[in-house]
Nanobody
Framework: QVQLVESGGGLVQAGGSLRLSCAAS????????MGWYRQAPGKQRELVAA???????NYADSVKGRFTISRDNAKNTVYLQMISLKPEDTAVYYC???????????????WGQGTQVTVSS
């Protein structure tokens, strides 16, 4: 079994900053890609940022220059540093990881439980 636990969401004023964390635990052999998605009320879930096992990153145009994704492989953790937050960043943020589990070495996609980020104007 594998679990992803997110933390770091909250309420912040426009222009403020937050740092999200997502830690994986359990029967983990390796973790491939990690990413952050978000879903605002009435909208579809969208990719915010992703990072490969090699450290290559990809960002949604709407967050480029403001958000930074990083990972700590020793801690099986992915981070999302968010600065210059805008009201339109308000959403539930979910982490996603592609994890190869033990003992069978199968890769599965796991999601975090979601953390609310609210940016007030």
């Amino acid at each position: 079994q594998v679990q992803l636990v997110e933390s770091g969401g909250g309420l912040v004023q426009a222009g403020g900053s937050l740092r999200l964390s997502c830690a994986a635990s359990g029967s983990i052999f390796s973790i491939n890609a990690m990413g952050w998605y978000r879903q605002a009320p009435g909208k579809q879930r969208e990719l915010v940022a992703a990072i490969t096992s090699g450290g290559s990153t990809n960002y949604a145009d709407s967050v480029k220059g403001r958000f930074t994704i990083s990972r700590d492989n020793a801690k099986n953790t992915v981070y999302l540093q968010m600065i210059s937050l805008k009201p339109e960043d308000t959403a539930v943020y979910y982490c996603k990881m592609e994890i190869t589990t033990i003992p069978r070495r199968y890769e599965y996609v796991y999601w975090g439980q979601g953390t609310q980020v609210t940016v007030s104007s």
